[in-house]
């Protein structure tokens, strides 16, 4: 079946450091791969997407590449920010609808320190 | 992005009472819900698909009769815990999925404790 892996956390880091969080995948085929967010007391957002091998996507600096030989989708930004001290999930979908299922990962909480 | 909302944030019943939670899109026509079960440090789990109009599809080892889900109008599904337990207290979240942005939108969740 469908599997997502997320590297284990909390993760606490200084403010404008560098964020890389791991994310690997067990599918069949060819799947969606996701990233939402959870801001504290809210309902998950989605961050970024990408839907086929070798795409990138990107919004509000983060940024991940879906990385078929490796089957990973990593989550990266460069400088972050206070305010995005938050849960990240990483997802998949087995096909591109988003009505179709979603297989999360077990989210990462990250700190942000000033 | 469009709003999804849950009902009640949180609640705390007894046990062998039923407890209904309501998933509702404020701004948007759903098809299509989810509801998913979150377990501490744990993954959300996907429990089932609710489509408007028709019947529910549950996922492999999820008791229908115990999640008993209605997606009676293209705003509203609920779900009901019926004869709860203190197993089935955790938390429960709701998706919608918004055809025109082709994007499922989340409500709060709600946090169920069963004494």
């Known amino acids: 079946g469908n599997s997502v892996t997320q590297m284990e956390g909390p993760v606490t880091l200084s403010e404008e450091a560098f964020l890389t969080i791991n994310c690997t995948y067990t599918a069949t085929g060819y799947p969606s791969l996701f990233w939402y967010v959870q801001y504290p007391g809210e309902g998950l957002q989605l961050l970024l997407k990408a839907t086929k091998a070798d795409d990138k996507g990107s919004n509000k600096g983060f940024e991940a590449t879906y990385r078929k030989e490796t089957t990973s989708f990593h989550l990266e930004k460069g400088s972050v920010q206070v305010s995005d001290s938050a849960v990240y999930f990483c997802?998949?979908?087995?096909?591109?609808?988003?009505?179709?299922?979603?297989?999360f990962g077990k989210g990462i909480t990250l700190s942000v320190r000033p | 992005g469009a709003v999804v909302s849950q009902h009640p944030s949180w609640v705390i019943c007894k046990s062998g009472t039923s407890v209904k939670i309501e998933c509702r899109s404020l701004d948007f026509q759903a098809t299509t819900m989810f509801w998913y079960r979150q377990f501490p440090k744990q993954s959300l789990m996907l429990m089932a698909t609710?489509?408007?109009?028709?019947?529910?599809?549950?996922e492999q080892g999820v008791e229908k009769d115990k999640f008993l889900i209605n997606h009676a109008s293209l705003t509203l599904s609920t779900l009901t815990v019926t004869s709860a337990h203190p197993e089935d207290s955790s938390f429960y979240i709701c998706?919608?999925?918004?055809?025109?942005?082709?994007?499922?939108?989340f409500g709060p969740g709600t946090r169920l404790t069963v004494l």
């Open positions: 997802a998949l979908s087995r096909r591109t609808g988003a009505n179709s299922k979603l297989t």
């Open positions: 998706s919608a999925y918004h055809r025109g942005q082709n994007e499922q939108f």
């Open positions: 609710s489509n408007e109009g028709s019947k529910a599809t549950y």
